[in-house]
Nanobody, 124 residues
Framework: QVQLVESGGGLVQAGGSLRLSCAAS????????TGWFRQAPGKEREFVAA????????YYADSVKGRFTISRNSAKNTVYLQMNSLKPEDTAVYYC?????????????????WGQGTQVTVSS
């Protein structure tokens, strides 16, 4: 089992920045890829970014490319999502998720464990 705890959400004005953290505990040696997803009211959960623990390869949704940066600290078993140039359409609950086996990284069902989510609100 892997437990995930997100933090760092909040209210920010358009153009501002936030950094989200996802701290993992439990069977961290089994982690393959950590992903960030978001879900706005009335919308489906969508992929934001992902990073592989081995090699650090990262992936981004087109909507956040160039504005968001995903990174990891292996010693702390923590993944970060630095969000710059935030827009009102970035408003959502942000979730981190962990996959421990299999291929794929953009679909929610690619992942095995989920955090509780953290709210990000961007005002115009």
């Amino acid at each position: 089992q892997v437990q995930l705890v997100e933090s760092g959400g909040g209210l920010v004005q358009a153009g501002g920045s936030l950094r989200l953290s996802c701290a993992a505990s439990g069977r961290t040696s089994s982690m393959l890829t950590t992903g960030w997803f978001r879900q706005a009211p009335g919308k489906e959960r969508e992929f934001v970014a992902a990073i592989e623990w081995s090699g650090g390869i990262n992936y981004y949704a087109d909507s956040v490319k160039g504005r968001f940066t995903i990174s990891r600290n292996s010693a702390k078993n923590t993944v970060y999502l630095q969000m710059n140039s935030l827009k009102p359409e970035d408003t959502a609950v942000y979730y981190c998720a962990e996959k421990v086996y299999g291929l794929g990284y953009v679909r929610p069902y690619d992942y095995d464990y989920w955090g509780q989510g953290t709210q990000v609100t961007v005002s115009s």
